[in-house]
């Protein structure tokens, strides 16, 4: 009888056990619907726009181009600017991303400087404004007229051309930048690169 | 009788003996490989059926290091390559690993060349991480 009794308890706590360890989240990971982490890097070919796969092309072929310019190399860590890449397609594409993405390549590399570029100069300005307001020591506010002009500007534009017959759809991106010398206003570098993107559009 | 059995047991022994030495030789000694090999330097997602990374040549210019690799397609038909490069650093820690996965059409029976730049000075070795469609895996 005590037997019996034992042999269902340990039973109980078999299965009470079993039931606590099935409860239990293995994975730090709160999972509702279809959601799933992927590879940034990874090649995205869903739709022929303008995609991150372009966005990281164009980046890395431009900021390889521009660490290997003569030019670039024959001064020690010169300055550099961006300016404007304007967008000539017919869709929105957030040229900014494409630039700031080729800067940081170019930043890590430590070959190059960056001054701020005119978006970012507000922000400077004000930042310089506000340390010699009066508030802060004056031994350690950073002083007015300090800011050093950058050697270089890239600018540039993106264009598209879209062409469709019967399901095709296909579309010729080409990224044109150049390295302008700020003082002689010389292009001192230029590339271009392109992109084609072709897609079926048949139904069946 | 019994000492013909012990000969022959004794007999068995230093034959197998030196075969499982052998064997477990084989076994332990890893398959050296030249490190600036092309197998060496190329990592495959699954095996390639028609393209292989048939040259590489790498050159350290001011002071990135530049590697240029060339890719056979032995098919008649395209083939779509997907590589990235891996950029290491004199100890074999992984550098950036922010390369992306770049696709390369490579036409029928042809040679193609794709270019890598280390991202920082501290890089001194690399792999390329090559992948096609017909492969078993795919990034």
């Known amino acids: ?204 | 009788m019994k000492e013909t059995n012990t000969k022959r047991k004794r007999h068995h022994f230093v034959i197998f003996t030196p075969l499982l030495f052998a064997l477990n030789a084989c076994a332990t000694i890893p398959t050296a490989q030249n490190p600036n090999s092309i197998p060496a330097k190329v990592e495959q997602l699954g095996e390639m059926s028609y393209l292989r990374v048939s040259n590489i040549a790498a050159q350290t210019r001011k002071q990135l290091l530049f590697v240029q690799a060339e890719i056979s397609n032995s098919d008649s038909d395209n083939q779509q390559l997907f590589y990235r490069f891996k950029w290491l650093d004199a100890h074999g820690f992984v550098i950036g690993n922010d390369d992306p996965w770049q696709p390369l059409l490579v036409y029928a029976g042809q040679k193609q060349t794709i270019n890598g730049l280390a991202p920082t000075p501290q890089a001194t070795d690399f792999r390329i991480l090559v992948s096609s469609p017909d492969n078993t895996g795919n990034p």
């Not at chain 1, 990971?29 to 796969?53: C, I, K, P, R, W």
């Not at chain 1, 372009?54 to 024959?74: H, K, T, W, Y």
């Not at chain 1, 900014?96 to 940081?104: L, P, S, V, Y």
Request: with cysteine; hydrophobic share 35%; charged share 20%.
């Open chain 1, 1 to 204: 009888m005590t037997n019996i009794i034992s042999k269902s308890t340990a039973i109980i706590a078999l299965s009470t056990t079993v039931l606590l360890i099935g409860c239990a989240n293995q994975t730090p990971n709160l999972q509702s619907g279809n959601v799933a982490y992927g590879d940034s890097q990874a090649v995205e070919t869903l739709t022929n726009e303008f995609g991150s796969t372009d966005l990281q092309s164009i980046a890395q072929s431009m900021s390889n181009s521009l660490l290997q310019s003569p030019v670039l190399r024959a001064t020690a860590r010169p300055l550099v600017t961006v300016a404007d890449v304007k967008n000539h397609t017919s869709e929105y594409i957030d040229t900014k991303a494409i630039t700031d993405t080729i800067r940081a390549k170019m930043l890590k590399s430590g070959l190059v400087r960056f001054a701020v570029d005119t978006s970012a100069m507000k922000n400077q300005t004000d930042e310089l404004i506000r340390q010699n307001s009066g508030l802060y020591k004056k031994s350690q506010s950073k002083k007015l007229g300090q800011m050093e002009g950058a050697d270089f500007r890239i600018e540039g534009s993106i264009t598209s051309i879209v062409k469709r017959a019967d399901d095709v759809k296909d579309i010729y991106y080409k990224l044109s930048l150049q390295l302008i010398n700020n003082e002689s206003g010389v292009i001192e570098w230029a590339d271009e690169k392109e992109i084609r993107k072709t897609s079926n559009q048949s139904m069946f």
